[in-house]
């Protein structure tokens, strides 16, 4: 869920990921695929690799590029119905940011009846976007942390 609420001059989004909360504070580091230099989110097979940081306090999380590069998200959706060349689907590829950002600042939301995480619109395009990357990151980051912890292993 995401709600746009007005902020000291700007207007900042809160995002609600159930697998977002699921990472547990640390550092996590997620293998992404990459396509002229952008992340791509839907995409199974990226000629390039690249590496993200998440890292997650009580009150706060960044998420930057290991190789310190700039930060661009592509969300990438296969829809039927839609050919390009060759008669394949074409995707629709939309940018979670206007332009790249050194790291993504998330603040967890505070006050009554608030949860979620808080972002300031500045940089992002779309609310349902960044909840996409951020609910990516999440399911992606938790299961990794599990993993690593041996938590479901029999």
């Known amino acids: 869920m995401t709600v746009v609420t007005p902020g000291r001059g700007r207007t900042s989004i809160t995002i609600r990921s159930e697998a977002f909360e699921k ?3 640390g550092t996590v580091t997620l293998s992404v695929p990459l396509c002229d230099d952008i992340v791509h989110i839907g ?9 993200l940081r998440v890292r997650k306090r009580p009150r706060s999380v960044t998420v930057d590029r290991v190789d310190g590069r700039p930060l661009q998200v592509a ?12 008669g394949q ?19 967890r939301c ?5 949860r979620g995480w808080e972002v300031a619109t500045s940089a ?10 951020l609910d990516t990151v999440g399911a992606f980051g938790s299961a990794k942390q599990a993993r690593a912890s041996g938590i479901g292993e029999d």
């Open 23 to 25: 990472i547990c504070c």
């Open 43 to 51: 995409v199974r097979d990226a000629p390039q690799t690249g590496a």
């Open 75 to 86: 969300i990438v959706d296969q829809r039927d119905g839609l050919t390009g060349s060759a």
């Open 89 to 107: 689907a074409a995707p629709l590829v939309s940018l979670v940011f206007r332009e790249p950002v050194q790291a993504l600042e998330l603040r």
């Open 110 to 114: 505070r006050g009554a009846g608030r």
């Open 124 to 133: 992002a395009t779309d609310a349902g976007q960044l909840q996409q990357f």
